[in-house]
């Protein structure tokens, strides 16, 4: 079979191109990659996890189920054009290869196929001209969806779409002429030799009515060739770098390796993966609250990429974690926030003036935090549940104690936020604790995420909850109806959703809001931006009551002391934290005095 | 308990105002439009962590310094802060305190790398 023209020379180019361009990168990019991390790859490769990698590929890059779970029609949309060319690449190898029967044929013979191969009497014909009209149509679909989506994002759950650079553009508009022109070259082919199936060739034969086919014909090849052309040569500087570089990502991942604190050559990959799909942009409340686009995830990738990172930009986010939470490709979003921060600032600290003291024994650690400090009645609350369930607990912090790390850690000081680490590490161990509670959201996370501690980590949600469930404190349930605001910290961040909600409910009637658990907002207090000023703080946290407030709480309840602070500057009704309430409830002398627990009899 | 609140009088000294080094102060100033409605109160002093730890340091005396130009004493101090927020917090004009130090650390730095401001 003759399967040469000069109009092949296009799609060549370009997929030459991007192949040497892509694997450059990857060579570069596996080649200065920490050694720890190339172990892991070396370790990975050849267990079990491999099966693992190829199964979140299938179900990530090519069926797009996370972006399902975002908006149905969304996921459809990318997976038609993912899978079903995918599927088309697959097939129109094995039908060029089948009927040229050479395995090793030429990349370009599958695509121009139909320009060459006019004859349709072989017994698979039927059955590929079918299948791959079929899946044809399936592409446009999406093609058709994704012309849809720049008109009207809403129908796609998005109230804002990404703006692009100008490589995305031109990757874009090629990508999206591909298919289109892909129907025209084949129908018209079909048009004069009726090689197509159902689509193509009855397309073709309505052209073949009205229009010069045969000399159409050609020039509708050479378009094609030159849309599939550029967009592989767009295709490494723009956002479509996201194709080949998240199969890399996905089993690096698998294998273990992450962005801790600094940026390696895993973090560069996991830029690279950011498709700027723009879900990130309407989950981020500096935009919808304050109209500001910039601080979004995918244009702070943006400017990584371009290494152009500016200090405002990567101190401009809360670090509450909604656009990882939603992020399809799953990159460790606020890592590479915190990590830019790092190179920043000038780390320096200077802690010799903590000294450690000897902290009185106990069974049970009770760590308040500086945020606890500043909201005595939580602190009153815990300390009246304490001695209500007849615990044997130590104060750790009682006169103030030095801050846990976590805000350190969220300026990007890493460094500082280690010595911080090691003092109050060094204290709770001191404590001889089996249990460690703490009524703050933050340093429970630092507590369960650094400190490594050989004891248990309960926030005080949770310790309250063992507390009930083992009988030790009885509380009354009243008909009040609140609604449970869940901290970014506690909730996306150390994943404790269920918790505090079983708790409350022993207590108080729970309504929803429509941000619950996952998609809970942040309440605008966070210490993770430092840019924000008090007005844009206030601004971010009456936009979250409004959210709070549709289904009539009688009152809001939290677990965070910074979220109750920053709520009850906008109340329009009671902000109490998850502790006030249970101090309240609580039945009088449930328990005999003086009885002493053992920890395994309050949190198993 | 040493609860230093920063009203103590500072050690008698001359302070030559004629050759006061504003730079630092214009730096923050710049970037930090909040900070021009402090009006030394001191709450954030009193609820400061490192304050309530240290002899020294506190938030508000630092803004002294800085209004007197005397950026090596800042440079002295200022990496005691643990960055916590409770001065945000308590501030009764809504300074953006931690942006401050922030601001605060990254002039010092380039001012030892006589970088411009």
Same mark, same amino acid.
């Given at each position: 079979?003759?399967?040469?023209?000069?109009?092949?020379?296009?799609?060549?180019?370009?997929?030459?191109?991007?192949?040497?361009?892509?694997?450059?990168?990857?060579?570069?990019?596996?080649?200065?990659?920490?050694?720890?991390?190339?172990?892991?790859?070396?370790?990975?490769?050849?267990?079990?996890?491999?099966?693992?990698?190829?199964?979140?590929?299938?179900?990530?890059?090519?069926?797009?189920?996370?972006?399902?779970?975002?908006?149905?029609?969304?996921?459809?949309?990318h997976m038609s054009l993912a899978f079903g060319w995918f599927l088309l690449i697959v097939l129109g190898a094995a039908e060029s290869k089948i009927y040229g029967r050479d395995l090793l044929n030429t990349p370009w013979d599958p695509i121009f196929f139909k320009y060459f191969k006019h004859?349709?009497?072989?017994?698979?014909?039927?059955?590929?001209?079918?299948?791959?009209?079929?899946?044809?149509?399936?592409?446009?679909?999406?093609?058709?969806?994704?012309?849809?989506?720049?008109?009207?994002?809403?129908?796609?759950?998005?109230?804002?779409?990404?703006?692009?650079?100008?490589?995305?553009?031109?990757?874009?508009?090629?990508?999206?002429?591909?298919?289109?022109?892909?129907?025209?070259?084949?129908?018209?082919?079909?048009?004069?030799?009726?090689?197509?199936?159902?689509?193509?060739?009855?397309?073709?034969?309505?052209?073949?009515?009205?229009?010069?086919?045969?000399?159409?014909?050609?020039?509708?090849?050479?378009?094609?060739?030159?849309?599939?052309?550029?967009?592989?040569?767009?295709?490494?500087?723009?956002?479509?770098?996201?194709?080949?570089?998240?199969?890399?990502?996905?089993?690096?991942?698998?294998?273990?390796?992450?962005?801790?604190?600094?940026?390696?050559?895993?973090?560069?990959?996991?830029?690279?993966?950011?498709?700027?799909?723009?879900?990130?942009?309407?989950?981020?409340?500096?935009?919808?609250?304050?109209?500001?686009?910039?601080?979004?995830?995918?244009?702070?990738?943006?400017?990584?990429?371009?290494?152009?990172?500016?200090?405002?930009?990567?101190?401009?986010?809360?670090?509450?974690?909604?656009?990882?939470?939603?992020?399809?490709?799953?990159?460790?979003?606020?890592?590479?926030?915190?990590?830019?921060?790092?190179?920043?600032?000038?780390?320096?600290?200077?802690?010799?003036?903590?000294?450690?003291?000897?902290?009185?024994?106990?069974?049970?650690?009770?760590?308040?935090?500086?945020?606890?400090?500043?909201?005595?009645?939580?602190?009153?609350?815990?300390?009246?549940?304490?001695?209500?369930?007849?615990?044997?607990?130590?104060?750790?912090?009682?006169?103030?104690?030095?801050?846990?790390?976590?805000?350190?850690?969220?300026?990007g000081n890493f460094e500082g936020a280690e010595k911080l680490i090691e003092f109050n590490r060094n204290n709770i161990l001191k404590s001889c604790a089996d249990i460690l509670v703490t009524s703050c959201a933050i340093c429970y996370k630092v507590f369960k995420s650094n400190y490594d501690?050989?004891?248990?980590?309960?926030?005080?949600?949770?310790?309250?909850?063992?507390?009930?469930?083992?009988?030790?404190?009885?509380?009354?349930?009243?008909?009040?109806?609140?609604?449970?605001?869940?901290?970014?910290?506690?909730?996306?961040?150390?994943?404790?959703?269920?918790?505090?909600?079983?708790?409350?409910?022993?207590?108080?009637?729970?309504?929803?809001?429509?941000?619950?658990?996952?998609?809970?907002?942040?309440?605008?207090?966070?210490?993770?931006?430092?840019?924000?000023?008090?007005?844009?703080?206030?601004?971010?946290?009456?936009?979250?009551?409004?959210?709070?407030?549709?289904?009539?709480?009688?009152?809001?309840?939290?677990?965070?002391?910074?979220?109750?602070?920053?709520?009850?500057?906008?109340?329009?009704?009671?902000?109490?934290?998850?502790?006030?309430?249970?101090?309240?409830?609580?039945?009088?002398?449930?328990?005999?005095?003086?009885?002493?627990?053992?920890?395994?009899?309050?949190?198993? | 308990?040493?609860?230093?609140?920063?009203?103590?009088?500072?050690?008698?000294?001359?302070?030559?105002?004629?050759?006061?080094?504003?730079?630092? +102060?214009?730096? @923050?100033? *710049?970037?930090?439009?909040?900070? !021009?409605?402090?009006?030394? =109160?001191?709450?954030?002093?009193? /609820?400061?962590?490192?304050?309530?730890?240290?002899?020294?340091?506190?938030?508000?005396?630092?803004?002294?310094?800085?209004?007197?130009?005397?950026?090596?004493?800042? +440079?002295?101090? @200022?990496? *005691?802060?643990?960055?916590?927020? !409770?001065?945000?917090?308590? =501030?009764?004009?809504?300074?953006? /305190?931690?942006?401050?130090?922030?601001?605060?650390?990254?002039?010092?730095?380039?001012?030892?790398?006589?970088?411009?401001?």
């Amino acid at each position: 079979m003759n399967s040469f023209d000069i109009f092949v020379l296009p799609f060549a180019i370009g997929l030459y191109t991007l192949l040497i361009v892509f694997f450059a990168k990857v060579f570069d990019w596996i080649k200065h990659l920490p050694v720890g991390d190339r172990r892991k790859i070396g370790r990975g490769i050849r267990s079990r996890k491999l099966f693992g990698v190829v199964k979140e590929i299938f179900l990530e890059s090519l069926i797009h189920r996370r972006i399902f779970k975002v908006n149905p029609l969304l996921g459809y949309m990318h997976m038609s054009l993912a899978f079903g060319w995918f599927l088309l690449i697959v097939l129109g190898a094995a039908e060029s290869k089948i009927y040229g029967r050479d395995l090793l044929n030429t990349p370009w013979d599958p695509i121009f196929f139909k320009y060459f191969k006019h004859d349709t009497n072989e017994f698979h014909s039927a059955f590929f001209n079918f299948t791959m009209d079929f899946l044809l149509l399936f592409v446009l679909s999406g093609v058709f969806l994704a012309y849809l989506k720049r008109i009207y994002a809403r129908l796609f759950g998005l109230k804002k779409t990404t703006k692009h650079i100008f490589f995305d553009r031109l990757a874009i508009i090629s990508l999206w002429l591909i298919f289109p022109l892909r129907l025209l070259a084949e129908s018209l082919t079909s048009g004069i030799y009726h090689n197509g199936g159902f689509l193509t060739d009855g397309l073709g034969s309505f052209l073949a009515g009205f229009m010069p086919v045969g000399h159409l014909e050609y020039t509708a090849w050479w378009l094609y060739s030159l849309s599939v052309g550029a967009f592989f040569v767009a295709l490494p500087y723009s956002r479509y770098m996201h194709i080949p570089t998240e199969i890399l990502l996905i089993a690096m991942r698998r294998f273990g390796i992450k962005t801790t604190t600094t940026f390696t050559n895993f973090s560069q990959i996991e830029v690279y993966s950011c498709p700027r799909c723009g879900i990130c942009i309407d989950k981020c409340q500096m935009t919808s609250a304050l109209g500001n686009e910039k601080p979004a995830s995918v244009y702070f990738l943006n400017t990584i990429r371009a290494q152009k990172v500016k200090p405002g930009l990567s101190f401009d986010c809360m670090i509450c974690g909604r656009c990882e939470q939603y992020c399809p490709v799953g990159i460790s979003l606020m890592n590479h926030r915190l990590v830019q921060r790092n190179k920043l600032i000038s780390n320096g600290y200077n802690f010799q003036f903590l000294k450690n003291g000897i902290p009185e024994k106990a069974r049970i650690a009770y760590y308040a935090g500086c945020m606890t400090h500043l909201t005595p009645s939580i602190e009153k609350a815990m300390i009246k549940i304490l001695e209500k369930a007849g615990t044997d607990f130590v104060f750790i912090d009682k006169d103030g104690g030095a801050c846990c790390g976590r805000p350190m850690m969220l300026s990007g000081n890493f460094e500082g936020a280690e010595k911080l680490i090691e003092f109050n590490r060094n204290n709770i161990l001191k404590s001889c604790a089996d249990i460690l509670v703490t009524s703050c959201a933050i340093c429970y996370k630092v507590f369960k995420s650094n400190y490594d501690l050989p004891l248990k980590v309960l926030h005080h949600s949770e310790f309250i909850l063992e507390l009930v469930k083992s009988g030790k404190i009885n509380i009354n349930k009243s008909g009040l109806r609140a609604v449970y605001h869940d901290p970014c910290e506690l909730g996306r961040g150390s994943k404790v959703y269920e918790e505090p909600r079983e708790l409350l409910s022993h207590a108080l009637e729970l309504v929803s809001t429509g941000y619950d658990r996952e998609n809970a907002l942040c309440c605008g207090g966070s210490l993770g931006n430092i840019m924000l000023g008090y007005e844009e703080k206030n601004k971010i946290n009456a936009a979250v009551w409004k959210e709070m407030m549709v289904n009539d709480p009688e009152m809001l309840v939290t677990a965070c002391p910074l979220c109750k602070k920053t709520f009850n500057k906008n109340a329009p009704v009671p902000v109490r934290d998850i502790a006030e309430i249970i101090a309240d409830a609580v039945q009088i002398s449930p328990v005999k005095p003086n009885h002493q627990l053992a920890p395994e009899q309050i949190a198993g | 308990m040493n609860q230093d609140w920063g009203y103590g009088i500072n050690k008698d000294r001359q302070i030559d105002f004629d050759r006061n080094d504003r730079r630092l +102060a214009e730096y @923050i100033r *710049k970037y930090v439009p909040s900070y !021009k409605l402090c009006i030394s =109160c001191g709450a954030c002093t009193a /609820t400061c962590s490192t304050a309530n730890l240290t002899d020294f340091y506190n938030i508000r005396r630092l803004n002294i310094f800085l209004m007197r130009g005397e950026i090596d004493e800042i +440079a002295k101090h @200022i990496d *005691k802060c643990m960055f916590c927020g !409770k001065c945000e917090l308590v =501030c009764p004009r809504g300074v953006n /305190t931690r942006q401050v130090i922030l601001i605060m650390k990254e002039g010092i730095k380039k001012i030892k790398q006589n970088e411009q401001l």
